[in-house]
T-cell receptor
Framework: GNSVTQMEGPVTLSEEAFLTINCTYT??????LFWYVQYPGEGLQLLLK?????DKGSNKGFEATYRKETTSFHLEKGSVQVSDSAVYFC?????????FGKGTKLSVKP | DTGVSQDPRHKITKRGQNVTFRCDPI?????LYWYRQTLGQGPEFLTY????????KSRLLSDRFSAERPKGSFSTLEIQRTEQGDSAMYLC?????????????FGDGTRLSIL
């Protein structure tokens, strides 16, 4: 069946460091891929999405490229800020519902 | 801009009691989803509606769980004879019904605690 695997956290970085959070998936067909973010005390928010192979989603300085050959959708940001501290979820959209990874907690220190 | 609204935000109840949660989706969205999230895990799909029709139910949705969307607008999720394992955050989301590439917009959730 369809599944999503993302790197376990927590990840702790200093401000302005480079961020990568790995996400790989298993799916039949051609799913859409998403990154959601959950800030402390808030609900899930869509961060970015990609709907087909080689698409790059981007938002707020974050980027992820849909790589069909490696079944990956890694999240990257060139320079993180303290305000990026949150839990990040990779998700796969298939036949209506979303399948989420377990989430990666990011803490950014000043 | 009115997002997805869930009520109540928190519910504490004794084991064996029934509970009901409400979700009001974004008004123009015809799909509505329910998920459950436990600590340290990602949300797990429970069920979804397109308009008033319940199109899919997860195996996680035991017989004690029932969801309705009677007029294709708000939805309710009822849990009967609650158990300790039902303690979780229950999330509602909505989207337009145009395939799997439509992003789902989430509410803040209802946190259920079973004593």
């Amino acid at each position: 069946g369809n599944s999503v695997t993302q790197m376990e956290g927590p990840v702790t970085l200093s401000e302005e460091a480079f961020l990568t959070i790995n996400c790989t998936y298993t799916a039949t067909g051609y799913p859409s891929l998403f990154w959601y973010v959950q800030y402390p005390g808030e609900g899930l928010q869509l961060l970015l999405k990609a709907t087909k192979a080689d698409d790059k989603g981007s938002n707020k300085g974050f980027e992820a490229t849909y790589r069909k050959e490696t079944t990956s959708f890694h999240l990257e940001k060139g320079s993180v800020q303290v305000s990026d501290s949150a839990v990040y979820f990779c998700a796969l959209g298939s036949q209506g519902n979303l399948i989420f990874g377990k989430g990666t907690k990011l803490s950014v220190k000043p | 801009d009115t997002g997805v609204s869930q009520d109540p935000r928190h519910k504490i109840t004794k084991r064996g009691q029934n509970v009901t949660f409400r979700c009001d989706p974004i008004s123009e969205h015809n799909r509505l989803y329910w998920y459950r999230q436990t600590l340290g895990q990602g949300p797990e799909f429970l069920t979804y509606f397109q308009n008033e029709a319940q199109l899919e139910k997860s195996r996680l949705l035991s017989d004690r769980f029932s969801a309705e969307r009677p007029k294709g607008s708000f939805s309710t999720l009822e849990i009967q004879r609650t158990e300790q394992g039902d303690s979780a955050m229950y999330l509602c989301a909505s989207s337009l019904a145009q395939g799997s590439n439509q992003p789902q917009h989430f509410g803040d959730g209802t946190r259920l605690s079973i004593l």
